[in-house]
């Protein structure tokens, strides 16, 4: 699976849009994008998913540039309920995770 | 989605012991996964759990290790052998509920002395 790469934290203010970018320049053509976050003390949690087109559902939308190595998820209206740490992954076999160290998102009054 | 849960949320055990930890899902699912969160990083996969099939271990984990079973398509349970300190960690179950998506478990916490 191909690698990604995320900064390590971001600091978002509430009520603001949130946006968390990703690297994942050797994705390859059948590989997904998969977005996942972890509140603390909790398991992770789906968020989004897409291959090639944008994608938005109720949490979050999904930009992905036209030559798929690079990824946006953005958080429309960011609440403290968000503040989590959020993982970017790449896979062509959804049902196995490899998860990096994902991004710190603490979202402040 | 699916309602996971793993029994027990923590436990402390002693070092040469072995730790046997439960899931559960709310409904039938072909697919489920076990992966542990060592302290302060990610999780790291370390089988897939078919159902009526040998268990499928990632690189650096091995069966005697870490037995797993899967009697039918709710429940699946992954034993951590023979601990020690460095076994510390969160345990979490996850399942394929179609499109594409997996649901997680709470987790396990385990801290071996």
């Known amino acids: 699976d191909a690698k990604t790469t995320q900064p390590p934290s971001m600091d978002c203010a509430e009520g603001r849009a949130a946006n968390l970018p990703c690297n994942h320049s050797?994705?390859?053509?059948?590989?997904?994008v998969y977005w996942y976050r972890q509140i603390h003390s909790q398991g992770p949690q789906y968020i989004i998913h897409?291959?090639?087109n944008n994608e938005t559902n109720e949490m979050a939308s999904l930009i992905i540039t036209e030559d798929r190595k690079s990824s946006t998820l953005i958080l429309p209206h960011a609440t403290l309920r968000d503040t989590a740490v959020y993982y970017c992954i790449v896979s062509y076999s959804w049902g196995k995770l490899q998860f990096g160290a994902g991004t710190q998102v603490v979202v402040t009054p | 989605s699916a309602v996971i849960s793993q029994k027990p949320s923590r436990d402390i055990c002693q070092r040469g012991t072995s730790l046997t930890i439960q899931c559960q899902v709310d409904?039938?699912?072909?697919?489920m996964f076990w992966y542990r969160q060592q302290p302060g990083q990610s999780l790291t996969l370390i089988a897939t759990?078919?159902?009526?099939?040998?268990?499928?271990?990632e690189s650096g984990f091995v069966i005697d290790k870490f037995p797993i079973s899967r009697p039918n398509l709710t429940f699946s349970t992954l034993t951590v052998s023979n601990l020690s300190p460095e076994d510390s960690s969160i345990y979490l179950c996850s399942v394929e509920m179609g499109q594409e998506t997996q649901y997680f478990g709470p987790g396990t916490r385990l801290l071996v002395l």
């Open positions: 897409g291959l090639k």
């Open positions: 409904s039938q699912v072909t697919m």
């Open positions: 759990a078919n159902q009526g099939s040998e268990a499928t271990y």
């Open positions: 050797t994705i390859s053509g059948n590989e997904y």
